[in-house]
């Protein structure tokens, strides 16, 4: 199954399909991006002993399928010396898949707004104006262009963000733009993660 299979219940939930939350599997696939984009290799390391702890809680583990660059969550079980044998799993369907490069998945765009609306209202209660208009805009632009997380955002998508998308289309105030670069870092806070610039 993807990461952006809805829930068969059609309720909003933490989970993809009974096992594995959606927070945790939000959360690896920020911590494989910040690790991919992390300035030496202990940082690195760091961040997959991280997701490595996170999906340890539910029995899974992970992996980088690099013919399609997609991150692949699934069951500790299905290792055998090291090795997933996929012709000896009944259930594949138990796998969660997350791509790493490119767009997600329009049809998910209800599940992304909830989630980067959620961010924006955590930027504002704690930090207020104009960093919460900033956040906005950010959640717009990610979940317009990429229909994923802002949270999930990398080096190269914040800095389109900031240097392209924020001052054509977000029509900032001087107090915005002065601002905005906190206002990413808020947001990266409230997801509890780093900002990868």
Same mark, same amino acid.
């Given at each position: 199954?993807?990461?952006?299979? %809805? !829930?068969?219940?059609?309720? $909003?939930?933490? &989970?993809? =399909?009974?096992? +594995?939350?959606? *927070?945790?599997? &939000?959360?690896?696939?920020? +911590?494989?991006?910040?690790?991919?984009?992390?300035? =030496?290799?202990?940082?690195?390391?760091?961040?997959?002993?991280?997701?490595?702890?996170?999906?340890?809680?539910?029995?899974?583990?992970?992996?980088?399928?690099?013919?399609?660059?997609?991150?692949?969550?699934?069951?500790?079980?299905?290792?055998?010396?090291?090795?997933?044998?996929?012709?000896?799993?009944?259930?594949?369907?138990?796998?969660?898949?997350?791509?790493? *490069?490119?767009?997600? =998945?329009?049809?998910?765009?209800?599940?992304?707004?909830?989630?980067?609306?959620?961010?924006?209202?955590?930027?504002? &209660?704690?930090?207020?104006?104009?960093?919460?208009?900033?956040?906005?805009?950010? $959640?717009?632009?990610?979940?317009?262009?990429?229909?994923? %997380?802002? !949270?999930?955002? *990398? $080096?190269?998508?914040?800095?389109?963000?900031?240097?392209?998308?924020?001052?054509?289309?977000?029509?900032? *105030? &001087?107090?915005?733009? =002065?601002?905005?670069? $906190?206002?990413?870092?808020?947001?990266?806070?409230?997801? !509890?993660?780093?900002?990868?610039?």
């Amino acid at each position: 199954m993807t990461a952006e299979e %809805p !829930d068969r219940t059609g309720e $909003a939930t933490d &989970e993809w =399909d009974g096992e +594995l939350p959606r *927070s945790t599997v &939000e959360a690896a696939e920020r +911590l494989t991006r910040l690790a991919r984009e992390a300035v =030496d290799d202990a940082e690195a390391d760091a961040y997959r002993a991280d997701r490595a702890d996170r999906l340890d809680e539910h029995g899974f583990t992970a992996r980088v399928r690099e013919d399609d660059d997609t991150l692949v969550l699934h069951p500790d079980e299905w290792l055998e010396d090291g090795t997933v044998r996929v012709d000896r799993i009944e259930d594949t369907d138990r796998a969660v898949e997350v791509s790493l *490069s490119g767009a997600g =998945d329009p049809d998910d765009w209800a599940a992304v707004e909830e989630h980067n609306a959620a961010l924006v209202e955590a930027v504002a &209660e704690e930090h207020g104006e104009p960093h919460a208009a900033n956040a906005r805009a950010f $959640a717009d632009f990610m979940g317009n262009h990429y229909a994923r %997380p802002m !949270d999930s955002a *990398s $080096a190269d998508e914040v800095r389109e963000f900031l240097e392209e998308y924020f001052p054509r289309n977000a029509w900032p *105030s &001087e107090e915005q733009r =002065d601002a905005v670069m $906190a206002s990413v870092r808020y947001v990266f806070e409230a997801a !509890d993660g780093r900002t990868p610039l």
